[in-house]
């Protein structure tokens, strides 16, 4: 069966920086790509961004270029999301989700929580 | 970027009742739309993709139609276990962009 685990919950500072992992399991990684999505408390979904795992293509929100770095490791099945400069906006749970042909984002992992706070 | 319009942000109905939810986008998509649940502290949930076909293992109970800019969602006879908010979602155009969401309450 298709699961997407990610790693635990973090808390940072603002500035620093946060890498999430994804790690993949029940189908052929390479086959897909993983997006990311965020949501801050108590608010909507938030496109961040998406990676192919076959080639490592990506394409990410506006919004956070030159903050946001999307990679994977093909020998693990692991998708990682490495966002700088944290601000206390950041403060979210991050979300990643199988990203495929059609349909699109049909499993997602758990979420993992990050909090930016002095 | 593609403005998704979700309404009524928000509703409170009866088990048992039809529940409608629209998603209109701000340009032609297509049919190229999502629709998820997302329960309380839950991830998201796929249930309709391509605006009307079902997500495998999705009650029947669940549609979705539309195509272009206006898109309908329905729950044909609201049940307890439905509690959640329900989102769409355009796949046409990046970014990729949700609409803001619609609370379902039980009555």
């Known amino acids: 069966q298709v699961q997407l685990v990610q790693s635990g919950a973090e808390v940072k500072k603002p500035g620093a920086s946060v890498k999430v992992s994804c790690k993949a399991s029940?189908?052929?990684?390479?086959?897909?790509?993983i997006s990311w999505v965020r949501q801050a408390p108590g608010q909507g979904l938030e496109w961040m961004g998406w990676i192919s795992a076959y080639n490592g293509n990506t394409n990410y929100a506006q919004k956070l270029q030159g903050r946001v770095t999307m990679t994977t490791d093909t020998s693990t099945s692991t998708a990682y999301m490495e966002l700088r400069s944290l601000r206390s906006d950041d403060t979210a749970v991050y979300y990643c989700a199988r990203y495929g042909a059609s349909p699109e984002n049909d499993y997602w992992g758990q979420g993992t929580l990050v909090t930016v706070s002095s | 970027d593609i403005q998704m319009t979700q309404s009524p942000s928000s509703l409170s109905a009866s088990v048992g009742d039809r529940v409608t939810i629209t998603c209109q986008a701000s340009?032609?998509?297509?049919?190229?739309l999502n629709w998820y649940q997302q329960k309380p502290g839950k991830a998201p949930k796929l249930l309709i993709y391509d605006a009307s076909n079902l997500e495998t293992g999705v009650p029947s109970r669940f549609s979705g139609s539309g195509s272009g800019t206006d898109f309908t969602f329905t729950i044909s006879s609201l049940q307890p276990e439905d509690i959640a908010t329900y989102y769409c979602q355009q796949y046409d155009n990046l970014p990729r962009t949700f609409g803001q969401g619609t609370k379902v309450e039980i009555k």
């Open positions: 029940g189908y052929t990684f390479t086959s897909y790509g």
């Open positions: 340009q032609d998509i297509s049919n190229y």
